[in-house]
């Protein structure tokens, strides 16, 4: 698909991933972006920021991505302001290091959050772009629902949810006009990854670790960079980190094998 001319949303857009896809998206040409973020402060900083240069293209719309009526009302807006919306990017997300002794709460927060979220956007969205013969879904997943987490079963289920939800969409409705990727990065520089260094959780600093010792640290724009390239080649699997397929193609052919490497470094990592 060709962003120029598009209507995006994006959630999870108050910095990281989500605001350098925002901005991607601008230079592309889109004909407007709407950004939306629990964190209303930052949200608005960012929007700012965007439209110093992209003017009337961008607006924002604090809310909860996870919720349906915020989801409503910001695919609503959308179209009032900049009409029919063409790509939609499920990228907010929640980590956190729990493993058993997660609470109830804590695995509903991060289901709602880390698939729910896409769940109810998807069922917001595909029926019109199946009508209109045309519409884009980009879930934001991670290497962890490839591979899996270290020290958090939270964030490694509700992301290898997260794929398969992804992964659902495209079998079901590719041949429909509505095309899927799922990004699933390692290290990216945000928020999100550095509050797990800063945690006082020892599961949390080991889950933050696994990840920073795994590769290379990227920016958020060079990931937004590969979003973009991915949308317009209509690729599903979008790696920033190659060395996730190399990863994933070895868990897939010695899956007992994988397992035991994990441990051992899980123990390196703690």
């Not at 509050?195 to 949390?204: H, N, Q, V, Y």
């Not at 397929?245 to 897939?252: A, E, I, P, T, V």
């Amino acid at each position: 698909m060709l962003i120029n001319d598009r209507v995006a949303v994006v959630t999870g857009a108050a910095g990281g991933i989500g605001a350098a896809v925002a901005q991607r998206l601008l230079e592309a040409g889109a004909r407007g972006v709407l950004l939306t973020d629990l964190d209303a402060a930052r949200l608005d900083a960012t929007v700012r920021r965007l439209a110093e240069e992209h003017g009337e293209r961008v607006a924002g719309q604090a809310g909860d991505a996870a919720d349906a009526g915020d989801l409503r009302a910001l695919i609503d807006t959308a179209q009032e302001r900049f009409g029919p919306v063409d790509l939609y990017f499920a990228n907010a997300g929640i980590g956190g290091g729990a493993g058993l002794d997660a609470s109830e709460a804590e695995w509903s927060r991060a289901l709602d959050v880390n698939v729910m979220a896409h769940v109810r956007a998807a069922k917001l969205l595909v029926p019109g772009w199946v009508e209109r013969g045309r519409g884009y879904f980009f879930s934001t997943a991670s290497a962890a629902g490839l591979l899996t987490q270290i020290g958090s079963a939270t964030y490694a289920v509700s992301k290898h949810a997260a794929v398969a939800f992804a992964e659902w969409l495209s079998v079901t409705y590719g041949d429909q006009g509505v095309s899927v990727s799922c990004l699933c990065p390692q290290g990216v520089e945000t928020e999100l990854l550095m509050a797990g260094t800063r945690s006082e959780d020892p599961s949390e600093r080991a889950a933050a670790r696994a990840v920073l010792d795994s590769g290379d640290l990227l920016k958020p724009l060079d990931v937004a960079d590969r979003v973009v390239e991915a949308v317009a080649d209509e690729r599903f699997l979008v790696l920033p980190h190659p060395q996730v397929l190399d990863y994933f193609r070895h868990k897939g052919s010695d899956y007992d094998r994988w397992l035991r490497g994990m441990r051992r470094y899980q123990k390196a990592v703690r």
